[in-house]
């Protein structure tokens, strides 16, 4: 059995996570709607990654034999001034759900809660990961805001694929 403060952290991680896929998928019909199919399903698969990342909390918590309490998903905003401002919205995004990590991270070293601290490293990198990917699109998204350069990272976006995360493998 996990830890109450521990349980409680992780339920709200996994509701942070399922309200990442709600943004992402928001984020995704705003994008359609400017006609940017690309930059949409890049979003999409964020929003499969956000999705996986809320059952891979989920299964832990069940794992440890305590029950998961899933809280309210708010209304993620839906509409953005350009393709900027949505990569910006996304690196702050993730930039919130980095700390939330590493507080859980930090409660979890100070109750000695080594199974949950080593849970948590791949998720530590995982963000690491996601902020790259997210600033990197940002800085191109600032440098592209002319029409004939965005219809370009358009279609550069449109290559991404949805990769299962490795603590689900074999388990959806």
Not at 142 to 147: K, M, S, T
Request: net charge negative; aromatic share 8%; glycine share 4%.
């Amino acid at each position: 059995m996990l830890d109450k403060k521990m349980q409680a952290a992780l339920g709200e991680q996994a509701t942070k996570e399922f309200y990442s896929a709600y943004l992402y998928m928001a984020m995704a019909s705003h994008l359609e709607a400017q006609v940017l199919p690309g930059l949409a399903k890049w979003m999409r698969v964020q929003a499969q990654e956000e999705s996986c990342h809320a059952l891979i909390f989920f299964n832990y918590i069940c794992e440890r034999g305590s029950k998961v309490e899933l809280g309210v998903i708010k209304a993620p905003p839906k509409d953005f001034k350009s393709v900027t401002e949505v990569f910006k919205h996304t690196v702050a995004h993730e930039r919130e759900v980095t700390a939330s990590i590493h507080g859980i991270a930090e409660l979890a070293a100070s109750i000695k809660d080594h199974a949950t601290k080593q849970f948590l490293e791949w998720f530590v990198a995982e963000q690491v990961e996601e902020e790259n990917a997210a600033e990197t699109m940002l800085r191109q998204a600032a440098r592209l805001e002319d029409d004939k350069a965005l219809f370009l990272l358009d279609k550069e976006a449109s290559a991404r694929v949805f990769v299962l995360p490795a603590p689900l493998a074999g388990k959806v």
